[in-house]
């Protein structure tokens, strides 16, 4: 069983940088795709990077592509979101999910129903 724990949040002025770190404990598959999510107020959760947990391979949301970036530290079974010049529509609750995923498979899932495990959630604010 695959325990995910974000930690990192909180709250920041537009133009500022947060990161965001996901830790990951019982990982047992050799390859996972580590996502991050986000959901903001009266709206739906909504993709916002993931990471292959071998390789090098990372896919983005169109609006965080350049000021986001995705890491990973396979020694610490952790996942990074760099998060740079913030705005206030960037503000949620922001979510790490994990899934299994085989080595051929080369696409990116981004439906929030596809993932199997989640972590509880940290919250970002960020103020005009």
């Known amino acids: 069983q695959v325990q995910l724990r974000e930690s990192g949040g909180g709250s920041v002025q537009a133009g500022g940088s947060l990161r965001l770190s996901c830790a990951s404990f019982?990982?047992?598959?050799?390859?996972?795709?580590v996502a991050w999510f986000r959901q903001a107020p009266g709206k739906e959760r909504e993709f916002v990077a993931a990471?292959?947990?071998?390789?090098?391979?990372?896919y983005y949301r169109d609006s965080v592509s350049g000021r986001f970036a995705i890491s990973r530290d396979n020694a610490n079974n952790s996942v990074y979101l760099q998060m740079n010049s913030l705005q206030p529509e960037d503000t949620a609750v922001y979510y790490c999910a994990a899934r299994g995923r085989p080595i051929y498979d080369a696409s990116w899932p981004t439906a929030s129903s596809w993932y199997a495990y989640w972590g509880q959630g940290i919250q970002v604010t960020v103020s005009s």
């Open positions: 019982g990982h047992a598959s050799s390859d996972y795709i």
């Open positions: 990471i292959r947990w071998s390789g090098a391979s990372q």
